[in-house]
Antibody, heavy 120, light 107 residues
Framework: QVQLQQWGAGLLKPSETLSLTCAVY????????WSWIRQPPGKGLEWIGE???????NYNPSLKSRVTISADTSKNQFSLNLRSVTAADTAVYYC??????????????WGQGTLVTVSS | DIQMTQSPSAMSASVGDRLTITCRAS??????LAWFQQKPGQVPQRLIY???TLQSGVPSRFSGSGYGTEFTLTISSLQPEDFATYYC?????????FGPGTKVNVK
């Protein structure tokens, strides 16, 4: 059974860096991409970016200048760094599995979500 | 970016109703389309992938159809646990984009 467990700081000040990590249990990194998705309070879902098993990344252009997604395959973990946060980055952040290496089956497993609040 | 639109944005319905939600893509996305259900305070759950394939464990009253630019999610007989917000997702090209959501309320 695949499980994703995420953690990271929930309260940041403007200009700080958001850092979250997602650990993958019951599955290896190979064969899938691993994504970060966020949801501002009361709003819809936004894909942030992904990393695949070979370390290649793809980012949403709206955030690309501030985002880095990395992975530690030895620990089966991947991480999100978002620099220079503002109040507009306040959201629940999710990690999720997929798509697979064929481009199918997106986001079948999700982390529990982390509410990150940016406030001075 | 591929823009995803959903209609309606909200709807009121009763238990037993048949519901159809439409999702349109601004350009063709083949069948790289998934549907998610989200209840307040919960993690989104995938219902449908590859436009028409039912996720394992999801009740058969949910079905998906469509290809290219127009897709539908149908709930054949609405149950109390189905009152939620539904999102479509395109993963044909980067950046992946979600529709704005359709909220299904109790009539």
């Amino acid at each position: 059974q695949v499980q994703l467990q995420q953690w990271g700081a929930g309260l940041l000040k403007p200009s700080e860096t958001l850092s979250l990590t997602c650990a993958v249990y019951g599955e290896t990194f190979s064969g899938y991409s691993w994504s970060w998705i966020r949801q501002p309070p009361g709003k819809g879902l936004e894909w942030i970016g992904e990393i695949n098993y070979s370390g290649a990344t793809n980012y949403n252009p709206s955030l690309k200048s501030r985002v880095t997604i990395s992975a530690d395959t030895s620990k089966n973990q991947f991480s999100l760094n978002l620099r220079s946060v503002t109040a507009a980055d306040t959201a629940v952040y999710y990690c999720a599995r997929g798509p697979n290496s064929y481009g199918y089956s997106p986001f079948d497993y999700w982390g529990q979500g982390t509410l990150v609040t940016v406030s001075s | 970016d591929i823009q995803m639109t959903q209609s309606p944005s909200a709807m009121s319905a009763s238990v037993g109703d048949r519901l159809t939600i439409t999702c349109r893509a601004s350009q063709g996305i083949s069948d790289y389309l998934a549907w998610f259900q989200q209840k307040p305070g919960q993690v989104p759950q995938r219902l449908i992938y590859s436009a028409t394939t039912l996720q394992s464990g999801v009740p058969s009253r949910f079905s998906g159809s469509g290809y290219g630019t127009e897709f539908t999610l149908t709930i054949s007989s609405l149950q109390p646990e189905d009152f939620a917000t539904y999102y479509c997702l395109q993963h044909d090209s980067y950046p992946f984009t979600f529709g704005p959501g359709t909220k299904v309320n109790v009539k």
